[in-house]
Protein backbone atom coordinates (compact mmCIF):
# COMPACT_ATOMS: atom_id res chain seq x y z
CA UNK A 1 0.00 0.00 0.00
CA UNK A 2 1.08 3.50 -1.56
CA UNK A 3 2.27 5.37 2.05
CA UNK A 4 1.53 8.60 0.02
CA UNK A 5 -1.60 7.60 -1.08
CA UNK A 6 -2.67 6.53 2.54
CA UNK A 7 -1.53 10.35 3.54
CA UNK A 8 -3.95 11.68 0.48
CA UNK A 9 -6.64 9.83 1.45
CA UNK A 10 -6.37 10.95 4.83
CA UNK A 11 -6.13 14.45 4.41
CA UNK A 12 -8.56 14.19 1.97
CA UNK A 13 -11.45 12.64 4.13
CA UNK A 14 -9.92 14.91 7.42
CA UNK A 15 -11.13 17.83 5.46
CA UNK A 16 -14.71 16.59 4.32
CA UNK A 17 -15.27 16.24 8.07
CA UNK A 18 -13.85 19.93 9.56
CA UNK A 19 -15.75 21.33 6.32
CA UNK A 20 -19.17 19.50 6.98
CA UNK A 21 -19.41 17.00 4.17
CA UNK A 22 -20.26 14.63 6.71
CA UNK A 23 -23.03 15.10 9.28
CA UNK A 24 -22.20 14.06 13.09
CA UNK A 25 -23.02 10.63 13.71
CA UNK A 26 -23.10 9.53 9.68
CA UNK A 27 -21.92 5.97 8.88
CA UNK A 28 -18.70 6.59 7.14
CA UNK A 29 -18.93 3.72 4.29
CA UNK A 30 -15.61 2.31 3.04
CA UNK A 31 -16.90 1.26 -0.26
CA UNK A 32 -18.38 4.61 -0.80
CA UNK A 33 -15.37 6.10 -0.19
CA UNK A 34 -12.76 4.27 -2.29
CA UNK A 35 -15.37 5.10 -4.99
CA UNK A 36 -14.92 8.82 -4.47
CA UNK A 37 -11.19 8.63 -4.22
CA UNK A 38 -10.36 5.92 -6.50
CA UNK A 39 -8.35 4.35 -3.47
CA UNK A 40 -8.28 0.94 -1.98
CA UNK A 41 -9.75 0.03 0.87
CA UNK A 42 -6.53 -0.79 3.05
CA UNK A 43 -6.03 3.04 2.61
CA UNK A 44 -9.18 4.13 3.76
CA UNK A 45 -9.03 1.84 6.40
CA UNK A 46 -6.05 3.34 7.36
CA UNK A 47 -6.92 6.84 7.18
CA UNK A 48 -9.83 5.81 8.77
CA UNK A 49 -8.10 4.48 11.67
CA UNK A 50 -5.56 8.14 12.05
CA UNK A 51 -8.82 10.02 11.80
CA UNK A 52 -10.23 7.98 14.51
CA UNK A 53 -6.93 8.27 16.58
CA UNK A 54 -7.94 12.43 15.72
CA UNK A 55 -10.78 12.13 17.35
CA UNK A 56 -12.91 12.69 14.18
CA UNK A 57 -14.12 9.78 14.14
CA UNK A 58 -15.13 7.05 16.47
CA UNK A 59 -15.06 2.84 15.48
CA UNK A 60 -18.24 1.43 16.75
CA UNK A 61 -19.28 -2.21 17.30
CA UNK A 62 -22.46 -2.22 15.32
CA UNK A 63 -22.15 0.62 12.68
CA UNK A 64 -18.33 0.53 11.91
CA UNK A 65 -16.67 3.95 11.23
CA UNK A 66 -18.87 7.12 12.01
CA UNK A 67 -18.29 10.95 12.11
CA UNK A 68 -17.61 11.94 15.89
CA UNK A 69 -20.49 13.43 17.32
CA UNK A 70 -20.38 16.96 18.77
CA UNK A 71 -22.18 19.40 21.22
CA UNK A 72 -22.35 22.40 23.56
CA UNK A 73 -21.00 20.51 26.77
CA UNK A 74 -18.22 18.81 24.58
CA UNK A 75 -17.42 22.14 22.82
CA UNK A 76 -17.51 23.57 26.67
CA UNK A 77 -15.28 21.11 27.83
CA UNK A 78 -12.71 20.91 24.68
CA UNK A 79 -12.27 24.70 25.25
CA UNK A 80 -11.49 24.52 28.80
CA UNK A 81 -8.85 22.27 27.80
CA UNK A 82 -7.72 24.09 25.14
CA UNK A 83 -7.21 27.54 26.58
CA UNK A 84 -4.78 25.99 28.79
CA UNK A 85 -2.69 24.16 26.61
CA UNK A 86 -2.54 27.24 23.44
CA UNK A 87 -1.79 29.65 26.24
CA UNK A 88 1.11 27.60 28.36
CA UNK A 89 2.40 26.68 24.81
CA UNK A 90 2.12 30.41 23.86
CA UNK A 91 3.83 31.37 26.74
CA UNK A 92 6.40 28.85 26.65
CA UNK A 93 7.02 29.94 23.02
CA UNK A 94 7.09 33.67 23.97
CA UNK A 95 10.02 32.63 26.04
CA UNK A 96 12.17 30.42 23.77
CA UNK A 97 11.36 32.50 20.72
CA UNK A 98 14.22 33.83 18.99
CA UNK A 99 14.45 36.29 15.72
CA UNK A 100 13.52 33.37 13.43
CA UNK A 101 10.63 33.16 15.19
CA UNK A 102 9.51 36.64 15.71
CA UNK A 103 9.94 36.39 11.70
CA UNK A 104 7.56 33.69 11.39
CA UNK A 105 5.29 35.21 13.43
CA UNK A 106 4.87 38.27 11.41
CA UNK A 107 4.66 36.81 8.17
CA UNK A 108 2.77 34.51 9.02
CA UNK A 109 0.53 37.21 10.25
CA UNK A 110 1.10 39.43 7.53
CA UNK A 111 -0.60 36.68 4.97
CA UNK A 112 -3.83 36.08 7.06
CA UNK A 113 -4.47 39.51 7.27
CA UNK A 114 -4.62 40.27 3.92
CA UNK A 115 -6.32 37.20 2.62
CA UNK A 116 -10.09 37.73 2.84
CA UNK A 117 -12.27 35.90 5.30
CA UNK A 118 -14.96 35.19 2.89
CA UNK A 119 -14.27 33.00 -1.09
CA UNK A 120 -15.91 33.99 -4.16
CA UNK A 121 -18.42 30.98 -3.18
CA UNK A 122 -19.95 33.18 -0.41
CA UNK A 123 -18.23 30.15 2.03
CA UNK A 124 -15.23 30.60 4.60
CA UNK A 125 -12.28 30.84 2.02
CA UNK A 126 -9.81 27.93 2.33
CA UNK A 127 -6.49 29.88 2.00
CA UNK A 128 -7.97 31.82 4.92
CA UNK A 129 -8.23 28.95 6.86
CA UNK A 130 -4.74 27.43 6.01
CA UNK A 131 -3.37 31.01 6.76
CA UNK A 132 -5.17 31.00 10.06
CA UNK A 133 -3.54 27.80 10.89
CA UNK A 134 -0.59 29.11 10.03
CA UNK A 135 -0.45 32.11 12.19
CA UNK A 136 -1.87 30.23 15.20
CA UNK A 137 1.08 27.62 14.81
CA UNK A 138 3.44 30.21 14.29
CA UNK A 139 2.77 31.80 17.85
CA UNK A 140 3.66 28.67 19.55
CA UNK A 141 6.19 27.23 16.98
CA UNK A 142 9.24 27.92 19.44
CA UNK A 143 7.67 25.73 22.22
CA UNK A 144 9.75 23.50 22.97
CA UNK A 145 7.89 20.57 24.92
CA UNK A 146 6.96 18.23 22.52
CA UNK A 147 3.84 16.57 24.43
CA UNK A 148 2.46 19.79 24.68
CA UNK A 149 2.79 20.25 21.67
CA UNK A 150 0.65 17.11 20.06
CA UNK A 151 -2.01 17.31 23.23
CA UNK A 152 -2.52 21.06 21.82
CA UNK A 153 -2.58 19.59 18.34
CA UNK A 154 -5.05 17.30 19.08
CA UNK A 155 -7.42 19.89 21.01
CA UNK A 156 -6.59 22.52 18.17
CA UNK A 157 -8.08 20.19 15.42
CA UNK A 158 -11.16 19.85 17.57
CA UNK A 159 -11.72 22.74 17.68
CA UNK A 160 -10.92 23.97 14.31
CA UNK A 161 -14.26 21.75 13.35
CA UNK A 162 -16.53 23.87 15.71
CA UNK A 163 -15.20 27.00 14.55
CA UNK A 164 -16.01 25.97 10.84
CA UNK A 165 -19.58 25.84 12.01
CA UNK A 166 -19.65 29.17 12.31
CA UNK A 167 -19.87 30.03 8.95
CA UNK A 168 -18.68 33.59 6.98
CA UNK A 169 -21.75 35.49 8.67
CA UNK A 170 -20.98 34.47 12.38
CA UNK A 171 -17.16 35.06 11.60
CA UNK A 172 -18.12 38.46 10.40
CA UNK A 173 -20.06 39.59 13.62
CA UNK A 174 -16.04 39.83 15.03
CA UNK A 175 -12.72 41.88 14.27
CA UNK A 176 -10.48 38.73 13.96
CA UNK A 177 -7.99 40.59 12.63
CA UNK A 178 -7.92 43.18 15.68
CA UNK A 179 -7.79 40.15 17.97
CA UNK A 180 -5.10 38.13 16.24
CA UNK A 181 -3.01 41.65 15.86
CA UNK A 182 -3.35 42.22 19.58
CA UNK A 183 -1.89 38.65 20.28
CA UNK A 184 0.93 39.42 17.52
CA UNK A 185 2.07 42.55 19.53
CA UNK A 186 1.88 41.48 22.90
CA UNK A 187 3.69 37.74 21.68
CA UNK A 188 6.69 40.09 19.84
CA UNK A 189 6.66 42.57 23.20
CA UNK A 190 7.26 39.29 25.07
CA UNK A 191 4.59 40.29 27.10
CA UNK A 192 3.61 36.90 28.10
CA UNK A 193 0.94 37.97 30.57
CA UNK A 194 -0.93 40.17 28.11
CA UNK A 195 -0.05 37.79 25.25
CA UNK A 196 -1.81 34.50 27.09
CA UNK A 197 -5.10 37.03 28.07
CA UNK A 198 -5.67 37.78 24.81
CA UNK A 199 -5.55 34.60 23.58
CA UNK A 200 -7.82 32.90 26.21
CA UNK A 201 -10.10 35.57 25.10
CA UNK A 202 -9.99 34.76 21.73
CA UNK A 203 -10.53 31.38 22.55
CA UNK A 204 -13.59 31.68 24.58
CA UNK A 205 -14.98 34.10 21.75
CA UNK A 206 -15.51 31.42 19.34
CA UNK A 207 -16.83 29.15 22.27
CA UNK A 208 -19.82 31.81 22.87
CA UNK A 209 -20.19 32.72 18.96
CA UNK A 210 -20.69 28.74 18.17
CA UNK A 211 -22.92 28.01 21.21
CA UNK A 212 -24.74 31.48 20.33
CA UNK A 213 -25.62 30.35 16.78
CA UNK A 214 -27.91 27.69 18.63
CA UNK A 215 -26.72 24.79 16.41
CA UNK A 216 -25.56 22.35 19.00
CA UNK A 217 -27.46 20.08 20.96
CA UNK A 218 -27.38 20.76 25.03
CA UNK A 219 -25.52 17.38 25.47
CA UNK A 220 -24.07 14.35 23.62
Request: charged share 25%; proline share 3%; aromatic share 6%.
Amino acid sequence: MSTSKTAETYNAIKSDLLNGRYKPGEQLRIDGICSSFDVSKGAVREALARLTSDGLVENTPQKGFVVAPVSAQDLINLTEVRVELECRCLELSIAAGDLDWEGRVLSAYHLLSNTDVVGPDGKVNPLWTQRHDAFHDGLISACQNAWRLKLRNLTYLQAERYRRMMGPHLLGKRDIDAEHAAIMYAALARNAPLAVELMSQHLQATLKFVLGAGTLASDG
